[in-house]
Structures are given as structure tokens and as C-alpha cells.
């Protein structure tokens, strides 16, 4: 296995660039389930998940090829209504295969996904959503077991406790696009990803109103055509990079996002004085401020509010800003993997429930730290550029689930990171070290 290896203390200036969403591109590759004719694929981020999803549409029946490093062409002519456990386990995303075999085939069998570090992750939701549409849903053995001969369209309400779900919502929506009869889903997540797929399948012949509202209202066709879509910038790694700037910048110029999708962060980033400059509708500048940051709370909600997928990030900006910051994690209660990694180079954090209290620290100091997911490991990185000496961060495979050689891209504008094998890591300090 590889570690990430950080030099603390450089300055990053010049074009960093945003690759294509990982949670627009992973529905997107399941909605190619939903014909038999070909689609290609564009501007598809290079990671692990990604190759994943490949597989398991592969084994699901598909001819999928990579036509270009961030191209891919899929024909799924004849495919499987079944997706087994060793498969599905591996990666949560494979629930969104539910709703476009249910479209298709009428029939799916899917293994339940199972939780992962930051919560439990349910799927009662996108059951709900199924049974919404009068399927029989039922669940054994771990298997859910989804027959929708007698489907048709119907009203759904698809809130839950903590708001709307993003995955949920997209795999209703691809099981009703083939659904007869008008369906409403109330309650619809508005994240830019949601809003991707449905231009997707429009350009497929859906037929959905609404797009980008909470209330989509979806007319079910009887089939859908190929098409050639290109995936949008993944706003996630666009804001890791921001706070990068933020923490490390001099003039640092985040290219090929959409800046539509950075308010809710980019408004947090100026209330504490982050000096950012809006270049265009997809590029921003922004720099370390040569004065302290002030300390900020911030609260994370469904899109358009602040993402869960940056609270880590952001949690290591305000653990080097002075002052108490407060942040507060309203979608996955458990989302706070990386505080005790943080804690490890210095940062003072307590966990009072859904919420961190964060005291900024002047300086964080390099150390040994366990990537546990994909945002924290985003958010160990950020703290290894700041920290003095070297950080050495393990089990980067979470990493390479979603950023597209982040390390590349940062060494690119002065970062000193690089990707060792771990054997090459200094033995006392490895605390996997046999
Ligand atoms: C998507 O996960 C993203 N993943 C997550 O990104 C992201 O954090 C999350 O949305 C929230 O924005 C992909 O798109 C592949 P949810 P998803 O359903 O769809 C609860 C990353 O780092 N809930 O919107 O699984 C759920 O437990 C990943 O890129 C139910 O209770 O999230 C959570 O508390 C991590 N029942 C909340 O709703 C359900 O049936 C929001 O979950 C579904 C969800």
C-alpha cells in the first residue's frame, strides 16, 4: 500500500484544475442500465469508484470500455437483474443500480450495501421510494428483492430525518423514467450531481420537470435512447481546493469548477476573511490572508446549504484560524472521523454530539495520520501542507475513491507531497508497521 508523504510549509500559487463529479458520474453510470443502445460518457474523474462501477456493470452483463482517460462507452444490450454482495459491499454507490434495473428489467436483486465509517448509511428512503411506485420491495438474507410489473406512477414524498437524500432521490428517479403514469417526487434533493443525471436522462428522452426544485415531476417512457453527456466539475474537489488556498495560498486559481456551486462555501470562506477573487462562472483565486482568519460556525445542510463532503476541510481551516468555531454536522452525526487524526498534529477539537468545537491553534506539527475516508483523508492532507515537518498519512486508498492525483495536481502549484510505497516509510514512525 501507498502513504501520502507531506512537507509542511510551502506556498501554493498558479492553475489548479477540478476533474469531473464522482457522486454525478457514479448515477450516471448506473443510468446507462436504462437502454440498450450506447452511451458515452465525458469528463469522468480517473478513481477508484469509478473503475469500480465498471466492474460491477460488466458483471452485470454490460460492454463497457474506456475510450479515453476520462472518457468511457457503455452498451448494456442484455443485462442481469442481479448485483451479489461481494460486489455492492465494496462500494455504497452500487445502491443507485436499484432503480435503473427496476426500470428496465421490471425485476432487481441488489445486496443491501452496509454501513461505513461516517454512519450507518440506511436505504429506507429509496425503498420507500420503490414501494411508492408500487413495487414489491422486500428484504432477506441482506438481498433487497425489488418486482415492478405493476409499477406505475405515483406522488412521493422522499424527506427524511435529516432532509432529502441524493441517492435516494436518483435511483427513484431512474426506476420512474421508465415507470408508466406521472410521478411526483416531493422532497427531491436539489444537489448539482441530482440535477446532472436528470439532464442525463432528458438527454436519453426522459421526460422531468422541475430540475434542480425540490418537487420533480417525472412522465415514465416506454424506452430510452444512447446518448454522449459530459459529467460537470466535482464541487467537492474544487472546495478542497479552495480551503487549500485558503490555508496555503498565494494567488492559487481553482480552474473548471462552476462557481454557481461553490455559494455556500464561498460565502463562509469571506465571512472569515479569506481574500478570493471570482475570476469567471468557473475559476476563483484565492490566497492565505496576510492577517489572522476569523473564526467561523458552520452548519451543514442539504444542497444548497453547506455539504457534509466539506465539513472536514473546513474544520481543518479552523483548527489553524484563532478563536472558536463551531461546526455543526446535520447529515451524518458521525462525520468527525478526522478529528482525532487532527488532534494527533496538534489541532484542539472536542466533540459535543453533532457538533465541533474547534479552537484555532497558530500551528499544527507533522505527524503519522490514519486516513479513515474519503473527506477525511482530504482533510489530513490540507493539515499536512500547513503542519511544520512531514506528515505521513496511511491507508490513502480512501483518497483515491475520490480526488484524481490530488497529489499530482498539488505538487503542480509548490506542494511537497508525494505517494511512497509504505515500506519506504521511516519503521517507528509506521504504526502499521509489523
Ligand atoms: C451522497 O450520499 C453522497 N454520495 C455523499 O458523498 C454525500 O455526503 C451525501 O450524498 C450527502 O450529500 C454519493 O452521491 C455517491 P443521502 P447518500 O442519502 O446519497 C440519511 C462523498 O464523500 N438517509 O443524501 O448516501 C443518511 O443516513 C460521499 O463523496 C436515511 O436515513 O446520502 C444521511 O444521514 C460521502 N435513509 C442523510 O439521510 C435513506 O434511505 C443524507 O443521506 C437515505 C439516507
Redesign the pocket.
Known amino acids: 500500500m501507498d502513504v501520502m508523504r507531506i512537507e509542511g510549509g510551502n506556498t501554493l500559487s498558479g492553475s489548479i484544475s477540478v476533474s469531473g463529479a464522482?457522486?454525478?458520474a457514479?448515477?450516471i453510470f448506473a443510468a446507462t442500465l436504462l437502454t440498450e443502445e450506447t452511451c458515452i460518457l465525458e469528463n469522468v474523474p480517473n478513481l477508484s469508484?469509478i473503475r469500480f462501477m465498471a466492474q460491477i456493470l460488466e458483471h452485470l452483463g454490460a460492454e463497457v470500455e474506456q475510450i479515453a482517460p476520462t472518457s468511457w462507452k457503455i452498451s448494456a444490450k442484455t443485462i442481469s437483474h442481479r448485483a451479489p454482495y461481494d460486489l455492492v459491499r465494496k462500494m455504497?454507490?452500487s445502491?443507485?443500480l436499484m432503480g435503473p434495473l427496476a426500470g428496465r428489467l421490471k425485476k432487481a436483486e441488489i445486496s443491501l450495501p452496509g454501513g461505513?465509517v461516517?454512519?450507518?448509511?440506511?436505504?429506507?428512503?429509496?425503498?420507500?421510494g420503490f414501494a411508492g411506485l408500487g413495487m414489491k420491495v422486500e428484504v432477506d438474507k441482506g438481498y433487497v428483492f425489488l418486482d415492478a410489473t405493476e409499477a406505475c406512477g405515483n406522488p412521493i414524498f422522499l424527506g427524511?430525518?435529516?432532509?432529502?437524500?441524493?441517492?435516494?432521490?436518483?435511483n427513484v428517479l431512474m426506476a420512474a423514467v421508465l415507470t408508466p403514469g406521472k410521478t411526483i417526487i416531493e422532497c427531491a434533493?436539489c444537489?448539482p450531481?441530482v440535477v446532472d443525471l436528470c439532464k442525463m436522462l432528458v438527454s436519453m428522452g426522459a421526460d422531468i420537470q422541475g430540475i434542480g426544485s425540490p418537487t420533480l415531476t417525472i412522465v415514465g417512457v416506454a424506452k430510452l435512447s444512447g446518448c454522449r453527456y459530459t459529467i460537470l466539475p466535482d464541487r467537492?474537489e474544487a472546495g478542497t481546493f479552495l480551503i487549500a488556498g485558503a490555508m496555503a495560498g498565494d494567488n492559487l486559481t481553482v480552474t473548471n469548477l462552476r462557481v454557481a456551486d461553490q455559494a455556500a462555501l464561498i460565502d463562509k470562506l469571506k465571512e472569515a476573511g479569506v481574500p478570493l477573487t471570482i475570476e469567471s462562472d468557473s475559476a476563483v483565486t484565492v490566497s492565505k490572508s496576510s492577517s489572522p482568519l476569523k473564526p467561523v460556525d458552520v452548519v451543514t445542510h442539504?444542497?444548497p446549504g453547506f455539504?457534509?463532503?466539506v465539513q472536514a476541510q473546513m474544520s481543518t481551516l479552523m483548527s489553524v484560524t484563532p478563536g472558536i468555531s463551531i461546526v455543526t454536522e446535520k447529515?451524518?452525526?458521525n462525520?468527525f472521523m478526522h478529528v482525532p487524526e487532527l488532534q494527533r498534529m496538534g489541532a484542539d477539537i472536542a466533540i459535543e454530539g453533532p457538533n465541533a468545537i474547534v479552537k484555532g491553534q497558530s500551528k499544527l506539527s507533522g505527524a503519522p495520520v490514519m486516513a479513515s475516508?474519503?473527506?477525511a483523508s482530504a482533510a489530513l492532507i490540507l493539515a499536512g501542507l500547513v503542519a511544520e515537518g512531514t506528515t505521513w498519512v496511511l491507508r490513502i486508498y480512501h483518497l483515491d475513491?475520490?480526488y484524481d492525483k490530488i497529489d499530482e495536481k498539488l505538487r503542480a502549484v509548490g506542494a511537497v507531497i508525494d505517494r511512497i510505497p509504505e515500506s519506504d516509510m521511516p519503521k517507528d514512525l509506521n504504526p502499521e508497521a509489523a
Do not use: Q, W, Y
Open positions: 464522482k457522486n454525478a457514479l448515477p469508484d455504497r454507490a445502491v443507485c461505513c461516517i454512519g450507518p448509511r440506511p436505504i429506507d428512503m429509496h425503498l420507500k427524511g430525518r435529516h432532509g432529502s437524500t441524493v441517492t435516494g432521490t436518483a434533493a444537489e450531481e467537492i442539504p444542497h455539504p457534509t463532503d447529515i451524518f452525526p462525520r475516508d474519503l473527506r475513491r475520490g
